[in-house]
């Protein structure tokens, strides 16, 4: 006999096998992160049943386990090995092994060149992100399947991280998507991040095998596999002890069974953790502390018989819905904090009837709304007003404190700051690539903990060593929490370091900033997160201020709108909100369509309210409703998409030569079409980039957190060899063109080299002439020699003299092609002038005009009726000057000039585009929105990615135009 | 206090003459333990007071955290933070402190991290210290000055730094008297230092004496052979030498009963010097530039030829020869990716894998872009020509916890383990055939 622990990051697992092998005891339970207590428990208990078992060899696996069996004298199996091990001797044959974990994934190639993968830094499509998703549908697990399997459509849903799949959850769900398609597509989600995430070039086919929870439990979703893997895999017996098996299986070490029980019961780790000082010293500090922040109140008053002018305000966040009565000064008469559960209209429906039946003679004279779901409650309730979050909560915060000078909110899935600068939003920061830090990311650590919120955090205020945990992802703060747990930390040290985190996160993070001088001394917090006294002090504590907290801090978001509705409305009037009677007759149904009105092709959520009133949701544009196309005349984005499209293959007797339409080729394409077409090949490019087109390279790429254009590549190639392309010709380039704007004109190391990772890692371009030569286009005068040189091992019969006269063509063509940009540029930005339009100068890179990669934000923002023109357009207008960064890199010196030139100008405005994982901009963003910062213009960033939730765009594109319209 | 200077074109504050005068400490972060206690002794042989900052902690990635973008990579976030953090410890006069950094130049972020550390030098309240280039010709100070002398014996101090380096690994798993190695290494660079030091050592005579010396010296630690698994090390430069960016990797390694191999510094100091060489080859150029690094290159590879020679001497796994090296990547990946560690660290994965260190850890700051050409986006072609590499990438950042990164190096050595095990096996089989 032998025995296997498996202690996961969630459950422990244990297996006894007999001599043949056979499984003769199992149990499976989860640990509640008691990790000590459970192993003593469960070896007592084999002890008792198994006879025997003392004198057999011992041996324990899993990620949570290392530790412990380090130290009391176990031999430890590492838990791909071990499944390795326990595939091989139950199921010969087996190829390809795939296994979910609480948080962990892998993939086991076990044929054809062993190799082994599990997820690195990045969890996002493990179980605890499934259990995650569950909560955010307010389903239980155990339903998530069964909901799947009736799903109808599937939403594209980013399956990086769990937290941007988060942020595109919660919109379909405030859009009213139906909930079963989006379980199936948090599975599909899933598929994708372990197929994308972890087979990293190599084809998943053959026999293969299923194991773990997720996929044990979850019959739909190994539904999703085998459809995205066109195989059909199998989920064995005992899928969820493999590991445990395994570990049994290399066992030989017999251990001393009362020895090591009491080894694993006096195991306390290394004692070591890093950690801050106390929240509070003593009660006294903590009394005084509750007294201080007791004074910023709002009274509250009688709802039931008033009869005076009352204004209703409501935010519908993305976890919580919250709604205010207020009467004529202000004072609360009625107040509402809700979870949304995924559907803020049902929750807004109950919060006005409520408010109906404590008092039907309400007068109620206005109403706004605000929040994620603003759009959908203005249309459902009729509201008066919608106003843009930042707008809400700083109409609210200056109720509190007039001459506020810095407000923070922290809500349930984002944090939202603003600097305040001569009474008008100066500088808003949002979190959109990350929640961790969040009200959402404690209450799941609560939760998981065994603990109510409320509960939780309260023991964190007199930890004496409140764990350090850094600020970073939610995943990975699990990990940092399980560690600090099994280093001595007390549940009181790990409450007390989870809220000092969400500060952290919040400052270093999200607003990036050094000092509390940076922010201002003025400062209100708010959001249902400040509410937690832990957090609010360790706020205080990182800052070195005294802050206001509102005793309405949750609120805030709908007391702010209340007020807008009052200063709008004058007092008079009366508001058109449903009343009693129209909630009375309240319908909502939900459609899922796709728009189809232009290559886009949104997924569109049409909710009908009954009486032909309709809220259309997903859609990126107007045109939906509108039936209109928006206008592109203004648009630089869309004129040079299409000034990039019209070059169209010409016959030649080379034959073809395709391009792959991606990172620099966006600008460069016009030159080597030139270069190419001159030397009698017919060029072609691939096509739009689309998700399709993504898919299909998806399964080469190597690293998961190199940027998205760069991952698109994969599949613009995949492209362009199954269209049959004899020739593909992707150039390595260190350098670019010296545009004479910094010290350097090289290109990002990704843009400059991904022909090499193409090459090395799809295997297809070994049937194809695959060119990826290293030339030097900056270098005018050696260019063709060069170039010659390089190309004639592909096409011997090329001829300096042919390469020297295409070159020269190709040069002009560039600069051609840059002329017309330019001068369209100057154009827009003309006619601007002219009809008194804002212009947006939308920064980033060539590739960002590639509407895969915007997201259609240039339409967005298009259709604030503003002009848009691109960075190249106005970087020629400045001459080269100093930065405080290594200004080396051609795009990002247009970046700066860019940035320099909209300083000079009011009409003007700056966006930035950044892709996420782009390590460069790390350096420019800061550089940017220094040089806007000094003139006093407002610095915004768009972070995008795979997928990009437009609503936060949306409320940055806002605020950026209502804090300008202040001005 | 010195007058503190700027110059004129760029406004960078200088370091001076007056300054080197007046005995500022320059700080200098400590990637390489080894390489670098000799190599301050060869700025203290010029008459510059340095000091090699030895702390470590988790302050130190919290202070980089407060100072620079937090998508910054983790060595920025680190030397930073250290800087910083020791100016902030109140254990140095800051009037009378300079930083000192190494600038490659390339495309890479890392040449902006000085930029970096200024901007972190401002926002702390530090916009006084001057911070001093360690490059070639990047950028100028008057009080210091990188002189052909300096850099030969700068020079020396890699090449005894690396042999010792590579020494100390081979033998120190095996050793019968537990801390004779790290004893002698410690005696041999206080030895060198010494005599770089007194500025004597460096020429190619005097440093083949003494890595013939050195190298004996080490062939006469008694040593068991025991077979162990054995760890090749590649990666981003400062995590791969750095205990503090890598989480103490060597020391884990040695635990877990591995021979761990980490290629020197003179292939990174070869490849540098050779992408000049390679640029004027691929694109044009000034023909004087190119002229003077292959000279250079000459050099370098005239001491790297005096370690091969006597590491094989005394029976040890030479250091990589460059050239061969350069070869072996030939059809992996183009010489032009130069950015980073660029192609060398695809090279030297070939390299490990066929002089029996096939076992690899690819270390890399969360995000390297170079490395996602060169580290991630190469490995499964090194595994088609290498079908015995076992190599696992590493990322390393403020927030990646311990406990993940050493389960996923434990899961490439079981496999290591395993062949390990086979090897012995099949060696046993056929010594009882014969």
């Known amino acids: ?68 069996a380090q130290d009391c004298g176990i031999d430890f199996v590492q838990e791909v090995y071990a499944t390795r091990v326990a595939a091989n001797t139950f199921i010969p044959g087996t190829d390809v092994v795939i296994e979910l974990g609480g948080e962990d994934a892998k993939i086991l190639f076990l044929t054809n060149g062993l190799e082994v993968r599990m997820n690195g830094t990045c969890a996002g499509g493990t179980g605890a992100f499934i259990d995650q998703m569950a909560t955010l549908l307010n389903v239980p697990l155990e339903e998530m399947d069964d909901l799947a399997k009736q799903y109808e459509k599937t939403y594209t849903i980013a399956s990086r991280c769990g937290v941007f799949a988060k942020t595109d959850i919660q919109p379909l769900l405030n859009q009213g998507a139906r909930k079963a398609d989006i379980a199936e597509s948090i599975f599909n989600a899933v598929v994708s991040q372990t197929v994308a995430g972890l087979a990293q070039g190599r084809e998943i086919e053959g026999q293969i095998v299923y194991l773990g929870g997720p996929l044990t439990f979850m019959s739909e979703l190994r539904n999703c596999f085998d459809r995205t893997l066109k195989t059909k895999g199998i989920c064995p017996d005992n899928s969820l002890y493999y590991v445990a098996a395994g570990a049994a299986l290399c066992a030989e070490e017999v251990i001393d069974f009362d020895e090591v029980i009491k080894n694993v019961k006096n195991y306390r780790g290394s004692g070591n953790f890093a950690f801050n000082s106390p929240l509070f010293e003593s009660e006294a500090e903590y009394e005084a502390f509750t007294v201080r922040h007791a004074k910023a109140n709002v009274t509250q008053q009688e709802l039931k018989g008033y009869s005076g002018k009352a204004y209703i305000g409501m935010d519908a966040g993305s976890t919580t819905v919250k709604g205010v009565v207020l009467n004529e000064s202000g004072e609360l008469l009625h107040s509402k904090y809700l979870p949304s559960k995924g559907n803020p209209v049902e929750i807004i429906k109950a919060f006005l009837e409520e408010v109906y039946a404590i008092n039907p003679e309400l007068d109620v004279v206005s109403s706004a709304v605000t929040g994620y779901g603003e759009d959908i409650i203005k249309n459902a309730f009729d509201v008066d007003y919608g106003i843009v979050e930042t707008i809400a909560h700083f109409t609210a915060a200056k109720y509190f404190m007039p001459d506020v000078e810095f407000i923070i909110d922290i809500g349930g899935q984002d944090i939202k700051c603003f600097k305040i600068h001569n009474g008008a939003i100066d500088n808003i920061f949002l979190n959109e690539a990350c929640s961790s830090g969040c009200g959402s990311f404690l209450q799941t650590f609560a939760n998981a903990l065994g603990y109510e919120i409320e509960e939780f955090s309260k023991l964190g205020l007199f930890a004496k060593r409140p764990v350090d945990l850094g600020s970073r992802c939610t995943v990975f703060m699990n990990s940092s929490v399980k560690q600090a747990q099994k280093d001595g930390a007390t549940i009181e040290d790990i409450s007390a370091g989870l809220s000092l985190s969400v500060v952290k996160n919040a400052l270093y993070k999200v607003i990036r900033a050094s000092s509390p001088d940076e922010l201002g001394k003025r400062i209100v917090v708010q959001g249902g997160t400040f509410l937690n006294d832990a957090v609010l002090r360790a706020f205080e504590m990182e800052m070195g201020a005294q802050v206001v907290r509102p005793n309405i801090a949750g609120l805030m978001g709908a007391y702010g709108a209340a007020l807008y509705a009052k200063r709008k409305s004058k007092g008079e009037g009366k508001s058109k909100l449903a009343n009693a009677d129209d909630l009375s007759h309240f319908v909502h149904e939900i459609k899922v369509t796709n728009c189809g009105l232009c290559n ?64 620099n080729m966006y600008e460069l394409y016009p030159f080597w ?87 090395n890692n799809m295997k297809d371009v070994r049937k194809i002439n695959f060119i990826k030569e290293y030339l030097g286009i900056h270098r005018p005068k050696d260019f063709p020699k060069k170039a010659y040189e390089r190309l004639s091992f592909y096409f011997p019969d090329l001829t300096l003299n042919e390469v020297r006269v295409a070159a020269k063509r190709a040069y002009e063509e560039y600069d051609a092609y840059m002329e017309k940009v330019r001068r369209k540029g100057d154009e827009i930005i003309e006619r601007a002038e002219k009809e008194g339009k804002k212009i947006f100068v939308l920064a980033g890179r060539p590739y960002h005009i590639d509407p895969e990669i915007n997201h259609g934000i240039d339409k967005l923002i298009a259709g604030f009726n503003v002009a848009i023109v691109s960075e190249d357009v106005v970087s020629p207008r400045v001459d080269a000057f100093r930065t405080h960064v290594l200004n080396q890199w051609t795009y ?76 | 206090m010195a007058e503190l200077k700027y110059d004129k074109k760029t406004g960078r504050l200088l370091f001076t003459k007056q300054m080197k005068r007046e005995g500022y400490m320059i700080l200098m972060p400590n990637m390489a333990p080894i390489h670098f206690r000799i190599l301050r002794s060869v700025f203290q042989g010029y008459g510059y007071n340095c000091e090699l900052l030895e702390t470590t902690g988790p302050e130190i990635a919290q202070t980089g955290l407060k100072y620079v973008h937090n998508d910054t990579c983790y060595p920025a976030l680190l030397v930073i933070g250290q800087f910083i953090n020791a100016l902030q410890s109140g254990k140095y006069d800051v009037h009378k402190t300079a930083l000192m950094m190494t ?80 004893e002698l290494v410690m005696r041999w660079s206080d030895k060198v230092s010494k005599m770089l030091l007194d500025g004597r050592g460096y020429t190619l005579e005097e440093v083949d004496e003494n ?27 400062y995590v791969k030498y750095s205990k503090m960016a890598n989480n103490g990797l060597e020391d884990f390694l040695a635990e877990q009963g591995c021979e761990v191999c980490l ?130 990438t590493i990322d390393y950042d403020p927030g990646a916890p311990k406990v993940n990164q050493e389960n996923r190096i434990k899961l490439m050595l079981a496999v290591g383990k395993e062949e390990l095990k086979k090897k012995i096996e099949a060696e046993a089989a056929q010594s009882a055939e014969a």
């Not at chain 1, 202690?7 to 149990?27: A, F, M, P, R």
């Not at chain 1, 206008?631 to 792959?660: A, F, V």
């Not at chain 1, 072609?684 to 940027?707: E, F, M, N």
Request: aromatic share 10%; proline share 4%; charged share 25%.
């Open chain 1, 1 to 68: 006999m032998k025995l296997g622990l498996d202690i996961g990051s969630t459950t422990i697992k244990c297996v006894v096998l007999d001599d043949e092998n056979k499984l003769i005891y199992k149990t499976y339970e989860r640990h509640l992160s008691q990790i000590t207590d459970k192993i003593a428990e469960i070896l007592n208990r084999v002890r008792g049943e198994i006879k025997g078992i003392e004198h057999c060899p011992v041996a324990l696996s899993g990620s949570a386990g290392m530790g412990v």
């Open chain 1, 600 to 663: 886009n092709n949104c997924r569109l959520t049409v909710n009908s309210f009954g009486g032909g009133r309709r809220f259309i949701a997903g859609n990126r544009c107007e045109r939906p409703i509108t039936k209109k196309a928006p206008s592109s005349d203004m648009n630089m984005y869309d004129y040079k998409l299409k000034l990039i499209n019209s070059y169209q293959p010409i016959e030649g007797i080379r034959g073809k030569l395709g391009i792959p339409m991606g990172l």
């Open chain 1, 673 to 759: 079409y030139r270069f190419f077409t001159e030397l009698k090949f017919e060029v072609h490019h691939s096509p739009a980039s689309s998700r399709k087109l993504y898919q299909r390279g998806q399964q080469t790429i190597p690293s998961d957190t190199v940027c998205f254009p760069a991952k698109l590549m994969h599949g613009h190639v995949q492209t362009l060899i199954d269209s049959g392309m004899e020739n593909i010709f992707y150039p390595c380039l260190s350098y670019n063109f010296d545009e004479r704007l910094g010290d350097n004109h090289y290109n990002c190391p990704v843009v400059a080299y991904y022909p090499e990772v193409i090459r």
């Open chain 1, 892 to 967: 990002h010196s247009r970046l700066y000039a860019a940035a320099k030139y909209v300083t000079t100008r009011k009409d003007m405005e700056l966006v930035q585009l950044v892709s996420f994982g782009c390590g460069v901009d790390a350096i420019t963003t800061d550089e940017v929105r220094e040089i806007l910062e000094e003139k006093n213009k407002i610095y915004t960033q768009i972070k995008i990615d795979e997928i990009t939730n437009l609503g936060a765009v949306k409320i940055r594109i806002r605020s950026l135009l209502a804090a300008i319209d202040n001005d």
């Open chain 2, 103 to 182: 600038q490659t130049g390339g495309g890479c972020r890392a040449s902006n991290y000085i930029y970096l550390l200024r901007k972190a030098l401002k926002k702390a309240g530090f916009a006084f210290v001057p911070v001093i280039s360690l490059s070639f010709g990047m950028e100028k100070n008057s009080g210091f000055a990188l002189t052909l002398p300096l850099i030969r014996r700068f020079v020396g101090g890699l090449v005894y730094g690396d042999q010792l380096m590579l020494l100390s690994n081979q033998t120190k798993p095996y050793e019968v008297n537990k801390g004779e190695t790290m």
């Open chain 2, 211 to 237: 890595l013939h010396k050195l190298t004996k010296d080490f062939s006469k630690i008694e040593l068991n052979r025991v077979p162990k698994v054995k760890v090749g090390i590649v990666g981003e430069i």
């Open chain 2, 263 to 392: 290629p020197g510094l003179m292939g990174f100091a070869s490849f540098k010097v050779d992408n000049r060489i390679e640029d004027y080859k691929m694109f044009g150029g000034n023909r004087l530039k190119y002229e003077f690094c292959k000279k250079l290159l000459d050099y370098v590879t005239s001491l790297e030829t005096l370690m091969i020679e006597s590491a094989e001497r005394f029976n040890f796994v030479p250091p990589h020869k460059y050239s061969h090296t350069k070869e072996l990547v030939k059809g992996v990946i183009g010489y032009g990716s130069k950015m980073g560690e660029g192609w060398l660290l695809t090279a030297e994965m070939l390299e490990l894998a066929e002089t029996g260190y096939e076992n690899i850890v690819c270390t890399q700051p969360f995000g390297c872009l170079p490395n996602h050409i060169n580290g991630k986006g190469a490995i499964r072609k090194i595994k088609e020509i290498k079908p015995n590499a076992n190599i696992v």
